[in-house]
């Protein structure tokens, strides 16, 4: 069944019309006709099937009575907080982690303005680029099945990210290509000996070209009070969308087995 985005699902009697941009998707890209069962999702947790109506230049969505309602198992993100803070990439590679971010339970990206940030935000400003990363995700969630909306932030510079209090329960985790000569914890091990924290974290990339020299001296000052610990990737030097990849996999995965235990308990 194929899925548009709607923020108030259509209820008995109240059918409701999709906006300009989602209606034209439907239409001219998914190819729904009037008269198609679609499934609705608000992007907040909820998704109902409903029926596709094409009146003139809008679109709307009309309530399926007797249609059994999505199983509520597909939803997890409640119970967690994975927040990615990725220095921004160029071009492809900052959509394909935006795009995977989704299919891997991250709940909010939080794009990074480093001292090696090769893209200029200046003349179109910050807000463009917000907008186009949110407009991938979005498309990327009615693809993987997924029900929560994934919160794309404004770029901002590291600083401002670091600056920012975390909740008592919420930890920062440090990836850096220097980090296992350092003696850093591996990831995967850092996980698997503090898996209640896996629901309540931050996971923070750097750049292409890696952090500058100024940037881990901060990260280190600030590490005490921004609740950070580093952890390592392994022996070889990871693109940064690959670091992302793996990072956010592993730690999905650790999250994913720590469900199903709580559930078995």
Known sequence: MKRVLCPDLPKPGKPVQLAASEARHAVHVLRLRNGDTIEALDGKGSATPALL?????????????????????????????????????????????????????VRKLVPLLTAHTVVQMKQKGPEVF????????????KQCGRLEKMEIALPRPLGTTLGEPLSPSSVRLFCDENAR??????????????????????????????WSHEEREF???????????????????????????????LISGVFQAYLETKQQD
Do not use: C, H
């Open 219 to 249: 990260i280190t000052q600030t590490a005490a009070a921004s609740k950070i610990f580093p952890v390592s990737l392994g022996p070889l030097v990871l693109r940064a969308e690959t670091a992302a990849l793996f990072g956010i996999s």
């Open 130 to 141: 917000q907008e186009r990363w949110q407009k991938i995700a979005d498309q990327a969630l």
């Open 53 to 105: 109506k094409i009146r003139g230049d809008s679109v709307w969505l009309e309530f399926l009575p007797g249609s059994p309602r999505p199983d509520p198992q597909r939803s997890v993100m409640a119970a967690s907080n994975l927040v990615l803070e990725m220095a921004v990439l160029k071009g492809d590679a900052m959509e394909w982690v935006v795009e995977k971010s989704v299919e891997l339970n």
């Open 181 to 210: 000569r350092n003696g850093a914890t591996p990831l995967a091990r850092w996980l698997y000996e503090r898996p209640s924290a896996v629901a309540d974290i931050r996971l923070l990339i750097g750049p292409e070209g890696g």
